[in-house]
T-cell receptor, first 114, second 114 residues
């Protein structure tokens, strides 16, 4: 595709529910990143994939958060037992590969936990 | 813990004026990125600075990097209303053993008034 795409664009869920957020990176980009942006803040790094493997998940806040990239392209961020504090915009970015390459960001998924 | 500090956080200026946004960071890095974000939108890459002394210019914006001072600047020349947005700097510390993701500042919310 022309750019990074994310679905859904908006997700409203009740506290305690499970949600999945999808990211489709730029074709040919092997590096994929997830970030979370709270209102009025800069994005915070969550997890990085090189190919199919999660090379760095140091930013995941707790074990309710999990992400996969089974075929090295599309990635899914999964949040179990959602809490109101999980409400934020979840951004996905991709780059050609790890290294001094700019990251291209998707439009984000706005998650609201009620 | 890596800290990335931007100042000012809020800036209101008149069209035609010049101004500089500063980005200080607390650890060794030779990779710094500037992004622009419009309200409700995702991040747009502006500049990638990869070495000490790097300077890049695009239109009315110019960015520079001083790795010894751990400082980057984004200079706006003869501001126009279309440049109103939030500007983020982000530091990449992977080469120094840091996390794979970027660490962002809080952003500078720039309003340019006619």
């Amino acid at each position: 595709g022309a750019g990074v795409s994310q679905t859904p664009s908006n997700k409203v869920t009740e506290k305690g529910k499970y949600v999945e957020l999808r990211c489709d990176p730029i074709s040919g980009h092997t590096a994929l990143y997830w970030y979370r942006q709270s209102l009025g803040q800069g994005p915070e790094f969550l997890i990085y994939f090189q190919g199919t493997g999660a090379a760095d998940d140091s930013g995941l806040p707790n074990d309710r958060f999990f992400a996969v990239r089974p075929e090295g392209s599309v990635s899914t961020l999964k949040i179990q037992r959602t809490e109101r504090g999980d409400s934020a915009v979840y951004l996905c970015a991709s780059s050609l590969r790890r290294g001094p390459y700019e990251q291209y960001f998707g439009p984000g998924t706005r998650l609201t936990v009620t | 813990e890596l800290k990335v500090e931007q100042n000012p956080l809020f800036l209101s200026m008149q069209e035609g004026k010049n101004y500089t946004i500063y980005c200080n960071y607390s650890t060794t890095s030779d990779r710094l990125y500037w992004y622009r974000q419009d309200p409700g939108k995702s991040l747009e890459s502006l500049f990638v600075l990869l070495s000490n002394g790097a300077v890049k210019q695009e239109g009315r914006l110019m960015a520079s990097l001083d790795t010894k001072a751990r400082l980057s600047t984004l200079h706006i020349t003869a501001a126009v209303h279309d440049l109103s947005a939030t500007y983020f700097c982000a530091v990449d510390t992977y080469s120094g053993g840091g996390a794979d993701g970027l660490t962002f500042g809080k952003g500078t919310h720039l309003i340019i008034q006619p």
